[in-house]
């Protein structure tokens, strides 16, 4: 059974910095996508950034020019660096990972991310 387990939430304060990083417990065979979604108090969960097996990345319009999302298909692991962080940054942040190998959809634990105003 693959485990994403994620690392790096945290405290901050407006426009500070966080990094997260996701690694899966075992490497995970013809994955098409990687990303990160994340979810606030009574919202839906929304997609933050994705990343290609080439290296091109995707962003919300929320977080285009503050975020940066990276990866290693091969190795099975994904960061998004977080840099001027807003209040409304706030949630718990959750990575993913696609897989053409029985079309399986893994999910990391969630990890806290707090910016204070």
């Known amino acids: 059974q693959v485990q994403l387990v994620e690392s790096g939430g945290g405290l901050v304060q407006t426009g500070g910095s966080l990094k997260l990083s996701c690694t899966a417990s075992?490497?995970?065979?013809?994955?098409?996508?990687m990303g990160w979604h994340r979810q606030a108090p009574g919202k839906e969960r929304e997609l933050v950034a994705t990343?290609?097996?080439?290296?091109?990345?995707n962003y919300a319009d929320s977080v285009k020019g503050r975020f940066t999302i990276s990866g290693n298909y091969a190795e099975s692991w994904v960061n998004l660096q977080m840099d001027s962080l807003k209040p409304e940054d706030t949630a718990v942040y959750y990575c993913?990972?696609?897989?053409?190998?029985?079309?399986?959809?893994?999910w990391g634990q969630g990890t806290q991310v707090t910016v204070s105003s």
């Open positions: 993913y990972v696609y897989s053409f190998y029985r079309g399986e959809t893994y």
């Open positions: 990343i290609t097996g080439s290296g091109g990345a």
């Open positions: 075992e490497r995970i065979r013809s994955i098409h996508v």
